[in-house]
């Protein structure tokens, strides 16, 4: 892709789907969801996630092919891991980001699932809305939420990447793969992400004092200090973007392409089939999910 001057890239009501009974009362741990454990959580245990804003990030980036004729500026606050306990990769997600919400106590997760519950956002910990998503950060962490709307491409770019970039968050629902990465499965496969992190390919010779070379990684930077702003002529010399994401079925970060979890976020709008025959109850909002997810993106701050 080439750099357009200015842009990162070219250019309800809430109901069931279901008539059964109304869902089960709140409990207060996210351990209610019975059954046997999924592959995920038992290949999670025993294990520590790295930490660090940049630890990880390196062995990713390493372990890419990205191109050698670019200088690559990464940013990134970390967010701690939690492996989600049945479908709740939203409520998962959503503690996840919190972390960078500075906030003057700790937010649980059983916390953030059980208003969830309370406010009927959810019956088995799913998350078909993004409103509700947006509504339900600020009642937990006491901050501010807004939805973008249509997609994460042209002026949503920059705002998105100038969002994570101040280090704040960003919630992105899409098609999780079998290796939790964007795919499109047309919303049979809906999950959320927490966005903390973002790597810029740049074409350009040099860059200001004001970002450091990583001493392992030659064409790698980031911000010198904690202070350092993000230029805007910066904007200019950008041709490849990757996100740093988390989701709860992996204790690692992920490095996506900033296109492809756009693409995957934009085509959210179908329920799956498979929950649609299983007897449970879920929310979705009316309009179903291409209203409540296809396309949308929560920025918190």
Known sequence: MSAEKGSCFPAGTVISVFSTPPPPPPLASPSFFLGNKK??????????????????????????????DLKWLLFNKYIPSLIQDGPQCGLVALWMAG???????????????????????TAQ????????????????????????????MG?????????IIAGL??????????????????????????????????????????YKE??????????????TSYPQYIEDFIVEVYLLAKQGKSLKYQLWEYQRLHESNLQLTEFCPKRNSDGLVYIVPDGGVTSGLSGKVVLLK
């Open 155 to 163: 002026s949503h770019c920059n705002k998105i990447i100038s969002h």
């Open 214 to 227: 990583d001493p392992d990684i030659p064409g790698l930077f980031y911000p010198a200090s904690e202070t």
């Open 39 to 68: 592959l995920y959580q038992r290949v999670a245990e025993g294990k520590t996630p790295v930490t660090g804003d940049h630890e990880e990030a390196k062995v990713l980036i390493k372990n890419r092919n990205l191109r050698k």
């Open 169 to 210: 968050p960003v919630l992105v629902p899409y098609d999780e793969d079998f290796n939790h990465e964007p795919c499109q499965r047309g919303g049979h496969r809906a999950h959320w992400a927490a966005i903390s992190g973002v790597l810029l390919g740049l074409v350009c010779e040099s860059l200001s004092n004001e």
């Open 125 to 152: 910990g799913e998350m078909f809305s993004a409103d509700n998503m947006a509504q339900l950060a600020e009642d937990v962490y006491n901050c501010q939420a807004d939805v973008i709307s249509g997609g994460m």
């Open 99 to 121: 972390h960078l919400l500075k906030m003057n106590r700790n937010v649980t997760v059983e916390e953030v699932v059980k208003l969830a519950l309370d406010k009927q956002y």
